[in-house]
């Protein structure tokens, strides 16, 4: 039913602008040990004013650093009795509060790759068991990791990619130092690979992570970050 007033005014309305919550894409580095605290590097949108931290768990606390529009610097802590597995936080500004991004608590030492990494002479060098934190920079980069297996070892690379919410679609691949393949995978939960390999020689061997196909948007976004 429509009502009019002979006498009513429409007052005129001014552009409506909308506003934009906080957006977060990726975390990097992505792992921390109980007892840890770590500064970690977040990217997305609408990320400026950012002031707080929300925690899904009373075990982790932390506090933003420094924002961006585009990325923000927070420092978090882990108690040191947290069991291990993924955490999750927003973060929250005048704009208002953002989605939830994860990273992991292991027990597990946390290395970061580091570049170059990229060439059969210079694979950066790991002990198993790690969770290491990966970024590809661009659609040609190459991150190796050379480690040390025993005859009749049992090795599995589990890489974290959807499953850790980033864009990173990488294929996984196990070689000798010269750069033979031994096996490979391209997806095995989502598009996240995953070896399972029982080593029938002992020396060093170099797993090899690739991009897979190019994400919407391109290098752009600068969030193809894993972990292995």
């Known amino acids: 039913a429509w009502a009019f007033e002979e006498d009513s005014e429409e007052i005129p309305k001014g552009p409506q602008v909308a506003s934009r919550q906080p957006q977060l894409n ?60 993924p955490r999750r936080f927003r973060l929250t500004s005048e704009r208002g509060v953002s989605n939830t991004v994860l990273f992991r608590a292991t027990r597990w030492p ?69 750069g033979r393949e031994v096996v490979h995978d391209e997806g095995r939960f989502i598009w996240d690979p995953y070896l399972d390999h029982t080593f029938e020689a002992a020396g060093d061997y170099i797993a090899a992570i690739t991009l897979t196909r190019m994400p919407a948007g391109g290098q752009s976004r600068s969030d193809l970050n894993y972990q292995i």
């Open 110 to 178: 946390t290395p970061v790759e580091k570049e170059p990494n990229d060439d059969l002479d210079s694979p950066m060098p790991v002990a198993s068991p790690a969770l290491i934190s990966g970024r590809l920079q661009t659609d040609q980069d190459v991150d190796l990791y050379r480690f040390h297996a025993n005859a009749g070892e049992r090795v599995q690379l589990n890489v974290l990619g959807a499953r850790n919410g980033t864009n990173a679609d990488v294929s996984l691949a196990l070689l000798y130092p010269d």
């Open 26 to 85: 990726t975390v990097f580095p992505m792992g921390i040990q109980p007892g840890q605290k770590l500064r970690l590097e977040v990217q997305g949108e609408f990320l400026d004013g950012a002031s707080q931290l929300l925690f899904e768990t009373n075990d982790v606390s932390g506090s933003v650093v420094s924002a961006t529009f585009t990325k923000a610097l927070v420092d978090v802590s882990v108690s040191p009795d947290a069991a291990p597995g």
